[in-house]
């Protein structure tokens, strides 16, 4: 891979409590994307998923509580690269829908309620482009035709709750994508939305990616979705990254025990064809963050655990093969079967 | 009781209008949330109901729980329509048909123990045997669930959501339910969680022989528990027929258009069907509601609503284009 335009390393986030325990979300999670990659990042409740990408566009509730170390180097042009977690406020805002842009789960609370779609995409030009109100109404306008907008001459002057929760998704991509950003950070963006709808999305992320070379990553717990969409699976589990590979080797041969029962317990056509009608499950539950296991925090669920080993040490993420980095110390073991 | 062999429940022909005026005298165009559906569910069976939102799949559920009104129709539980059942009917009905929703936090009322949640339903239905007698059953149901009876002195919110879709679960169990609507009962788990409960109610149909309606959006769920799905679009139920056949050739182009839209990790990068759909719906009022969408629409699709045909194997669906085959994504898999 030529050199990435996001590098994250030993990224951690904790949350300190005034009273309780810190609540550790993230702990040293380290990734690449490479320009024009889309990296899935996939994982439940409490993975730690969401907390790093808000980390990374500098979103966390600021103060006290919030402890981040790491770094994460992020190329804005070929001569400048910028550690996203030791930037200045200021410069992040500046950075921050510019260069990289983000999408969320829930179109609705995302836009402004009292302000037209138009003055709301216009607020991004005229603040990152510096472009006139009205060539910002004019660029608005072509971005909501690109993303596929019937009537966008009309819908500029309406206001969010005017629209459905696909056009208002569309309306954020557009958005997101004024300033053509080289990364693009999309949280969950179609889990709130009618399958159809999610089908188009994809499609327009995709076509859209394809035409302006930006990276994206995309946060999810639908391992359908990482299929149709992803160059490369980080999969994370209780804070931490346990698997790293391109996307057919992570869903076709994964390594560690958590991502392959993860993927196993997705219905497939094959499982509705052989009428199994009984999904393979993961015993237990995500462990509370104040109270994670020692050693690989997964062990109290592997199906694969060996007393003495997996409790003692925490396993630290290795390369299997070129791309393909695990954290599992029994990998080798569990592959030879 | 009434004839073993007969459904568990019958909907005929249940209509939802929901008036809409404009102004405050002025008249509006009504809004017809359920047009004409008609299904039935066999003991013992699972029937999935799948569609998008605005479709009409919780409505069509919560009517035939009978907890919404409806225009006209009919619902026959048993072979006796909950609307002119006597009080006594009624009190049965309410116990032998459950109803699960999605929030699993939203019905869990948060003052009361894991026990105090599980008996109300006993003491509501006059159904209490003694304190040792009602532990039991306590337990029981846990038991089914997957529950330690540890648990009974908690409190709702020291649970994940997983553990609270099951104490609703067992909730509804505490009854001896024949038929469990489940309205996207799994819909707001973590993955892992939602094989859990998925196989939970495979066990509920398997050991207590309690019939399901699984009310969902997410197609390959829907596909691996249920015996045979029915397909919502706009308020009319466009295609109905078992689970394999329908994944095989779908009848309904709106069926493969969902088919093809809905990622399973083997299945392929979506297809031509997804990439035709248009950007926004245009109304299709007049004939076949997803006449805009399709793309198979021929000209007499715009002239009147397609009657429901019927198809070998029970199978139904109501596009008038009887010719076209297209494939599912279990096309060349299945012998049949």
């Given amino acids: 891979m030529s050199r990435p335009i996001l590098s994250v390393r030993k990224l951690a986030v904790t949350f300190a409590q005034g009273s309780g325990p810190d609540i550790p979300a993230v702990e040293g999670a380290s990734f690449d994307v490479g320009a024009g990659e889309t990296v899935a990042i996939v994982g439940e409740s409490s993975s730690g998923k969401s907390v790093t990408a808000m980390a990374l566009l500098g979103l966390l509730p600021a103060g006290a509580g919030t402890i981040v170390s790491g770094q994460a180097l992020f190329r804005r042009d070929e001569a400048h690269e910028v550690d996203l977690l030791a930037l200045p406020e200021r410069e992040m805002r500046a950075l921050r829908g510019r260069d990289i842009s983000m999408v969320f789960q829930d179109p609705m609370t995302s836009l402004n309620p009292v302000l037209t779609i138009g003055e709301q995409i216009a607020e991004v030009l005229t603040t990152h482009d510096g472009l006139t109100r009205r060539q910002a109404r004019a660029t608005a306008v072509d971005l909501l035709a690109r993303v596929g907008l019937r009537d966008p001459g009309q819908i500029v002057s309406h206001y969010p709750g005017q629209l459905s929760g696909g056009m208002r998704q569309r309306v954020m991509i557009a958005m997101a994508l004024a300033c053509r950003p080289r990364l693009l950070i999309a949280d969950e963006p179609t889990t709130a939305l009618d399958v159809t709808v999610q089908a188009q999305i994809l499609a327009l992320l995709r076509q859209l990616q394809a035409e302006m070379g930006m990276a994206i990553i995309f946060i999810t717990h639908n391992i359908g979705v990482v299929a149709q969409i992803s160059d490369r699976v980080v999969v994370m589990y209780s804070g931490q990254v346990v698997e790293n590979a391109p996307v057919r080797d992570a869903l076709d041969g994964p390594l560690m025990p958590y991502s392959s029962v993860l993927f196993r317990t997705v219905p497939t056509y094959d499982a509705v064809l052989a009428r199994r009608r009984r999904l393979p499950t993961i015993p237990g539950h995500v462990p509370d963050p104040r109270h994670r296991p020692q050693g690989c925090t997964f062990h109290p669920r592997c199906a694969h655990f060996r007393p003495g080993v997996c409790d003692m040490f925490r396993p630290s993420l290795e390369a299997a093969r070129e791309g393909h980095e695990v954290r599992c110390v029994r990998w080798q073991e569990i592959a030879r079967g | ?336």
Avoid at chain 2, 9 to 19: E, G, S
Avoid at chain 2, 198 to 213: K, P, Q, Y
Avoid at chain 2, 229 to 239: D, S, W
Wanted: charged fraction near 25%.
């Fill in chain 2, 1 to 336: 009781m009434a004839d073993p062999t007969a459904p568990l429940l019958d909907v005929r022909n249940l209509t939802k209008i929901y008036p809409r005026r404009k102004g405050l005298f002025g008249k509006g165009d009504d809004f017809v949330a359920l047009d004409d559906i008609s299904f039935t569910v066999a003991r013992g069976e699972v029937l999935g109901i799948v569609g998008e939102s605005g479709s009409g799949k919780s409505t069509a559920g919560r009517i035939a729980m009978d907890i919404l009104p409806r225009t006209s129709g009919q619902v026959l539980f048993d072979g006796v329509d909950p609307d002119g059942m006597d009080r006594r009917q009624r009190r049965a009905f309410r116990r032998r048909a459950q109803m699960i929703f999605q929030d699993p936090y939203a019905s869990l009322n948060p003052r009361m123990t894991v026990e105090q949640l599980l008996r109300t339903p006993l003491a509501l239905h006059g159904l209490t045997a003694g304190p040792a007698e009602d532990r039991r059953k306590l337990v029981a149901a846990l038991d089914l669930v997957g529950l330690p009876e540890t648990l009974l002195n908690r409190y709702p919110h020291e649970f994940s959501g997983g553990q609270r879709q099951r104490i609703n679960i067992a909730r509804a169990l505490m009854l001896d339910p024949a038929l469990v609507v489940a309205d996207e009962a799994v819909s707001a788990l973590d993955v892992s969680v939602q094989a859990q409960v998925v196989n939970l109610f495979m066990d509920l149909r398997e050991r207590l022989g309690i019939a399901i309606v699984f009310i969902a959006h997410d197609l390959p769920v829907v596909g691996v528990i249920s015996d045979r799905i029915a397909v919502m679009y706009r308020g009319r139920i466009v295609e109905l027929g078992e689970t394999v056949a329908m994944f095989t050739r779908p009848r309904h182009p709106y069926t493969a258009m969902l088919l093809n839209a809905a990622p399973a990790p083997d299945s392929a990068p979506a297809g031509p069907m997804a990439a035709r759909l248009p950007a926004e719906e245009t109304d299709g009022a007049g004939g076949c509601a997803f006449r805009p969408r399709c793309p198979f629409a021929i000209a007499a699709c715009a002239t009147g609503k397609p009657p429901v045909r019927m198809l070998e194997g029970g199978h139904m669906t109501a596009c008038l284009r009887d010719e076209l085959v297209i494939d599912g994504p279990l096309a060349g898999q299945s012998c049949r």
